[in-house]
Each structure stands twice: as C-alpha cells, then as structure tokens.
C-alpha cells in the first residue's frame, strides 16, 4: 500500500510510480519513487515513415502536375494521444484504487494534460488529492524525478539517513 501515486506521460510511454520508504532507513535515505509500470503507445513509437508512409506521396493524373493531398496528420495524431490517454487513465483508476493511494500526482506536457483531464476526476479516486504537472518529465531518472517533484512541494523530499 502506498500513499503516493505518480504518473509520468507523454505521447509515446507512461510511467506509474509509488513512493516507498526506505528499507533501512537507518543506513539509506528515503522514501523511494519505484516504478511499478509502464505503458507503451505503439501508434506514437512507430517511426512517422512507417505510420505516413502510405499518404506519403503525390497525386498525380497522366500529364498533370502533381499536387499533394491532406493526410490529416494533426487529427490523426491528436486522436492516438486522445485514445492513448483514455489508456492510462484506465490504468490509474485500477492501479491507484488497488493501491489505497491518498495522492496523486500526474505529470505530462500541456497538450497530453489536457487530454488526461477528460478522465482523470473518474480515475482518481474520491479521497485522494490530485495534483497536475504540466511539465513532460518522461525521461527523468526516478531520482530525478523525485528530486524535481520535491523541490516543487508535490511529494516529500528524501530524509537523510538516521544514523
């Protein structure tokens, strides 16, 4: 049981953290951010050659000039990010209400923020608090991590050894 979750997303992965205390808190520093799981949005990974490859091109008629034709890639794009997001905030209903978690951090750039929201309030649950991050923080180390959701008062910072 942990009391805090933290979600880091982005187009392509999201990351589910809970914080744990220190093993031995007498020889290390703690809590710890543990990574639990992780999502993989394999539209978004997918190199664009490979996802556009077909809408690629030139439409041409025999002795005409040819023009290029509108792929639709912005809405395309955003409804992967949107279906993505649906994807993880599944995600966080079943990891953070099996968790017993009291707080709820989600980080992820503005745009994919945005797209969490229209799930969010359902996927977390009523006792716990919610604090957004409207930062992409996906390739942090956990450490990096915690240190950076720390110093902005989201999570407990690590104590010191007790010695």
Not at 129 to 143: F, Q
Request: proline letters at 6%; hydrophobic letters at 35%; a positive charge.
């Amino acid at each position: 049981m942990s009391r805090y979750c933290i979600v880091v997303a982005e187009g392509s992965v999201a990351r589910f953290f809970t914080m744990e205390p220190a093993e031995i808190p007498e020889l290390e520093s703690g809590p710890h951010l543990i990574e639990q799981k992780s999502l993989q949005n394999p539209e978004h990974q997918a190199h664009a050659e490979e996802v556009w490859a077909d809408r690629m091109g030139r439409n041409r008629s025999v002795g005409m000039r040819g023009h290029r034709y509108d792929d639709h890639r912005v809405q395309r794009t955003a409804e992967m990010e949107r279906r993505f997001a649906r994807d993880i905030t599944r995600e966080l209903d079943q990891f953070a209400r099996g968790n017993g978690t009291r707080h709820v951090v989600v980080c992820a750039e503005k745009r994919m923020l945005g797209y969490l929201r229209h799930d969010l309030d359902r996927a977390v649950p009523e006792n716990a608090e919610l604090r957004e991050v409207p930062k992409d923080l996906a390739k942090l180390t956990p450490r990096q991590l915690h240190d950076h959701l720390a110093r902005d008062g989201h999570v407990p910072p690590r104590a010191r050894a007790r010695h």
